[in-house]
């Protein structure tokens, strides 16, 4: 028998009915306390049927914020509407993991605590525009952290862990990915620091493992992921060689046995630049746990990734926004809703919650 997206799987500690996955997907539609309302618990209820869903980013603390109408795990009334969110997920069978994210320099201090400047890895401004109440102002030069400092990222990171667990959350993924900020201590293009946090690559990816190390003491390992996508150049980044410096993050976190690596191959918004050399298939021999993939994946490509073995979940971006039951769709090959690009980022339910399923 084949192995497909309908084989069940155990990851860490779950077994998922299938492997199909909400990938986490950024709607800025909290509410003004940056807290989940009960828009966000239909979204999330609508699409309960993945085999898991990864929560959009979250920020950790107030300093971590990047974008308006994000949700935060820093306070109790977030915490009171993810609550909601786990309820309704858990009412009809599934699992959800919550994305913690930092957006480190990719931020503005408008939106920041006393409009504080970002922080980042090295005062190393990158290019582009934060999107702030006043419209779009380009990038500033971010603060770059001290020792210190990264100490208490670290216990921000924690702190959030606790909060999602206490939120009702069946685990976490850690954004490692897309330019935020534990991507931007990764990568030599964002990171040039001279002390345990830059250089090689061991220090470039010391944070993450801090992290780590912090975020499965609340957790255990067996409900942990981490989220990395290496030739994405979204938010400026790059590094001068990607393959070494992922391959070597992968082999890092072998010894956690966390529930699983997932790598995103999506190569950012922009497909007229040309894409890196990157092998996606060295990079997976160089992890031994449970790999996720995703990035312009289709159900038949999506198939073929498992059924070779090249992945063992797949996560769906852009379908999941457009298809509340992709599981559904997929199981009886009906058509997919096309998702409509102008009602990504905010608004109401238009564009969100209306999409319909086969059943309406
Ligand atoms: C509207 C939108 C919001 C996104 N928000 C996040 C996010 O919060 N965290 C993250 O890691 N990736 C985010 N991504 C990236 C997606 O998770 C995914 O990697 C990307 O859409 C490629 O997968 P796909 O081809 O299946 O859509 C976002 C992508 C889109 C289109």
């Given at each position: 028998m084949?192995?497909?997206?309908?084989?069940?799987?155990?990851?860490?500690?779950?077994?998922?009915?299938?492997?199909?996955?909400?990938?986490?997907?950024?709607?800025?539609?909290?509410?003004?306390?940056?807290?989940p309302?009960?828009?966000?618990?239909?979204?999330?209820?609508?699409?309960?049927?993945a085999?898991?869903?990864?929560?959009?980013?979250?920020?950790?603390?107030?300093?971590?914020?990047?974008?308006l109408?994000?949700?935060?795990?820093?306070?109790?009334?977030?915490?009171?509407?993810?609550?909601?969110?786990?309820?309704?997920?858990?009412?009809?069978?599934?699992?959800?993991?919550?994305?913690?994210?930092?957006?480190?320099r990719?931020?503005?201090?408008?939106?920041l605590?006393?409009?504080?400047?970002?922080?980042?890895?090295?005062?190393?401004?990158?290019?582009?525009?934060?999107?702030?109440v006043?419209?779009?102002?380009?990038?500033?030069?971010?603060?770059e952290?001290?020792?210190?400092?990264?100490?208490?990222?670290?216990a921000?990171?924690?702190?959030?862990?606790?909060?999602?667990?206490?939120?009702?959350?069946?685990?976490?993924?850690?954004?490692?990915?897309n330019?935020?900020?534990?991507?931007?201590?990764?990568?030599?293009?964002?990171?040039?620091?001279?002390?345990?946090?830059g250089?090689?690559l061991?220090?470039?990816?010391?944070?993450?493992?801090d992290?780590?190390?912090?975020?499965?003491?609340?957790?255990?390992?067996?409900?942990?992921?981490?989220?990395?996508?290496?030739?994405?150049?979204?938010?400026?980044?790059?590094?001068?060689?990607?393959?070494?410096?992922?391959?070597h993050?992968?082999?890092?976190?072998?010894?956690?046995?966390?529930?699983?690596?997932?790598?995103?191959?999506?190569?950012?918004?922009?497909?007229?630049?040309?894409?890196?050399?990157?092998?996606?298939?060295?990079?997976?021999?160089?992890?031994?746990?449970?790999?996720?993939?995703n990035?312009?994946?289709?159900?038949?490509?999506?198939n073929?990734?498992?059924?070779?073995?090249?992945?063992?979940?797949?996560?769906?971006?852009?379908?999941?926004?457009?298809?509340?039951?992709?599981?559904?769709?997929?199981?009886?090959?009906?058509?997919?809703?096309?998702?409509d690009?102008?009602?990504?980022?905010?608004?109401?339910?238009?564009?969100?919650?209306?999409?319909?399923?086969?059943?309406?």
């Open positions: 084949t192995t497909d997206l309908f084989t069940p799987i155990q990851m860490g500690r779950y077994t998922l009915r299938n492997r199909i996955v909400m990938a986490p997907l950024t709607r800025c539609r909290a509410d003004a306390n940056n807290a309302q009960a828009l966000n618990v239909e979204y999330y209820r609508q699409r309960a049927s085999g898991l869903i990864i929560s959009e980013g979250s920020q950790i603390s107030l300093s971590a914020v990047g974008y109408g994000t949700p935060g795990i820093y306070s109790d009334a977030q915490v009171a509407g993810w609550q909601k969110v786990t309820d309704a997920v858990h009412q009809r069978g599934g699992l959800i993991f919550l994305q913690l994210w930092h957006c480190g990719v931020s503005h201090p408008s939106m605590p006393g409009q504080q400047l970002p922080v980042a890895p090295s005062a190393i401004c990158a290019q582009g525009y934060a999107h702030t006043t419209g779009t102002q380009a990038f500033v030069t971010p603060h952290l001290s020792i210190a400092e990264i100490a208490g990222v670290v921000d990171f924690a702190k959030a862990a606790e909060n999602a667990l206490r939120a009702g959350f069946d685990g976490v993924e850690i954004h490692g990915a330019g935020y900020l534990i991507d931007q201590f990764l990568r030599d293009g964002s990171n040039q620091r001279r002390d345990e946090y250089g090689s061991e220090n470039r990816t010391r944070f993450l493992l992290i780590t190390t912090a975020v499965i003491k609340v957790w255990g390992a067996d409900r942990v992921g981490v989220r990395l996508s290496p030739i994405n150049p979204f938010n400026d980044m790059r590094d001068s060689h990607p393959q070494n410096l992922f391959d993050v992968a082999q890092a976190l072998n010894p956690f046995h966390l529930a699983y690596l997932h790598v995103t191959e999506w190569a950012g918004h922009d497909d007229s630049q040309p894409r890196p050399e990157f092998s996606f298939t060295q990079l997976r021999a160089a992890y031994r746990g449970t790999y996720m993939t990035g312009g994946y289709t159900f038949d490509s999506a073929t990734a498992i059924s070779t073995g090249a992945a063992d979940l797949i996560a769906f971006g852009t379908l999941y926004i457009a298809n509340p039951d992709l599981v559904e769709r997929f199981a009886a090959g009906a058509p997919l809703n096309e998702p690009g102008s009602t990504y980022y905010g608004g109401n339910a238009a564009g969100y919650t209306d999409y319909p399923s086969l059943k309406n």
